[in-house]
């Protein structure tokens, strides 16, 4: 069964996007199988990937008109696209029973395929993040090493032990990836120092230092590691994801399978 992690940060631009589509290539460098989820309405995982329109993308899903259906972008990288029209989904699914747990329904199903599960959220916390938070195992949240990083931070906490308490006893933060870093500005060193303090040891040793080629990967559709191998932004991300996957794997807690049968 697939481990399932969502990149979760309600503010824009602060490297969800960048983060999925590089940790995942990454865990395949590393011999993993992985699913990509884009569950923005924007689309930008898809499209920084250049994968054509899909008849059936995650909204078609969500509304049940189809199961997931993964595009395969190259080998053990699968991708779940999104599209504009996902925009509307909030709205139609409101008066779904159990529409918190849609998303985890379709996960269910095609989760023996792959070893990781890895879902890029909309800069929101709404309907389809919740979704998100329910079908996850563990919670990876960047922050960009910028002024006002933390702020809105105790929300992202919040929100998380609630899903915890009622719909997802599993759900973890996994760690906290500090993005877009410049070792050579005092500010970023303060901003990495006040994440430490809120957020102790959950904070990656690995920070994603800023880097053109990570910003221009996307325009060529590529992740870093086919556009870039040698960058520093490829460097960081597997590094990065060697640390995630040590850290998951020596997570002795139990996996939702195990702790429905001790609860069973
Ligand atoms: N480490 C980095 N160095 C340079 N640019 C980056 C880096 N990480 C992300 N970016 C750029 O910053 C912008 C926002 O990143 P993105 O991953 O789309 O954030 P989000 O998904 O949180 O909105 C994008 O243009 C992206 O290419
Ligand atoms: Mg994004």
Redesign the pocket.
Known sequence: MGIVIS?L?H??????????INIGAAFVELGKKVLLIDL?PQA?LTISLGIPRQKSTIYEALRGESELVPYTHKPNFDIVTSSLDLSGAEMELINEAGREFILRELIGQVSDDYDYIII?CP?SLSLLTLNALTSSRYILI?LQTEFLAVQGLAKIKQVIDKVKFRLNKQIEIGGVIA???DSRRVLNREVVETIHKYFGEKVYKTY?????A??E??AQRKDIFDYNPKSS?AQ?YLELSREILSRIESDVSPTPLESRELEA
């Open positions: 990149l940060n503010k824009g631009g602060v490297g969800k996007t960048t983060s999925a923005d930008n890029d800069p960047p993005t877009m870093y994603i230092r800023e880097n053109v990570l910003a990967a996307p932004g960081d």
